[in-house]
Every structure is written in C-alpha cells, then in structure tokens.
C-alpha cells in the first residue's frame, strides 16, 4: 500500500490472484464460489484480490501464485514480439501488478520478462506518439497497458508543444529582474 490515495495503484492491487490456503478458515464469506459454506479449507484454490492475497501472504495464511497474464504463453509472446502483445485485455496494471507479484513472491523470472516488453514497447509507443498527427489515434493505443498510455500522451503533448514552440512561440522571456534598477549604496 504504497501510494494510498493513487487510484491507479488503488486498481492494480484489485487484480485477481491465484492463491491456495495453507490453513483453513472460517467465516471468511464466500470467497471460494464453489462452496456455500462460509468457511474455507486447507488447499482450496482460490482467486483473490492482490491486496487480500498479499496481507493473507504476510500472515502465512496463503501462498500466492502467478496470475494468468504472467504465464508461459504470455512470457513467450513477449519475447518474441512484445510490441504487439494485446496487454491490455490480460491486465490493464500489466507492470504494476509484475513488480508488486514478484516482491510478494520472491520468483526473479518475471523481471527479466517486464524489462524486454516495457523496453521494447516504449520504443514502439515514442515512434507512434511523434510519428502520427495529432487528431487521429491509431489502432495500437488499444494494445497499450495504463503505464503505456500515459507514456503515450506525455510524449504527444511535448510533441505539439514544441511545433507550438516551432511556429513562433515566445522564443525567449526577458526575465523580471533585468529591468529594475539598482538602488545606490550609501
């Protein structure tokens, strides 16, 4: 819970996780669908939110898996062409929730696979952002994760800011303090 009041964490954190009781539990509702009870026994597999599974993580009462859109399938895309990997359906938070999962779970095969997609796909997102005009959105922003999407409108922005600038602009500012006058040293 990094960054409390960030409502893009707040979304990445509601992620669902597999997770798998290491214990049973009673009164707990019902998270496992499959059952009416309101308790859950030792070795039921479950998907829960990213914040519960990580504060059942911490209290040994689960362990935690990897969710879908880390898996093999996924990690092979990515290493083949991540630049049009469709990350957005399998998880909108798709860098967010990796770095939180692999903190949570220790695993170090995740981090060598969001290094090659966001390198990869940053260069890809620039190009479009400084190639295409600016009315017109092209179909890739649809594959774009939130990260992405925010990369994508920052570099539009600096891109019409600096043709605004181009096309004549202020092109320097005489600075307040150059105009006034010393007072004489008495």
């Known amino acids: 819970m990094a960054k409390y009041y960030d409502i893009d964490d707040i979304l990445a954190e509601d992620e669902l996780v597999p997770a798998i009781f290491k214990v049973a539990a009673n009164e707990v509702g019902l998270i496992d669908s499959s059952d009416d009870t309101n ?15 990580s504060e059942l993580h911490l209290r040994q009462a689960v362990s935690v898996g990897f969710p879908r859109c880390f898996n093999k399938r996924t990690q092979e895309e990515i290493k083949a062409d991540a630049a049009h990997v ?3 359906n399998r998880c909108p938070y798709f860098y967010e929730l990796g770095c939180k999962i692999v903190l949570l779970t220790g695993d170090k095969s995740i981090g060598p696979v969001l290094l090659v997609a966001f390198m990869t796909r940053y260069k890809e997102v620039l190009i479009k952002a400084h190639t295409t005009s600016l009315t017109v959105a092209p179909k890739s922003l649809t594959l774009l ?3 992405e999407a925010k990369l994508y409108e920052a570099a539009r922005s600096s891109t019409a800011a600096v043709k605004k600038w181009r096309m004549g602009g202020p092109r320097l500012k005489k600075a307040s303090v150059l105009g006034r006058k010393r007072k004489p040293v008495e």
Not at 39 to 53: C, D, Q, T, Y
């Open 39 to 53: 308790k859950v026994e030792s070795g039921s597999k479950v998907e829960l939110p990213f914040w519960l599974a």
């Open 86 to 88: 469709d990350l957005r």
């Open 145 to 147: 994760t939130n990260e």
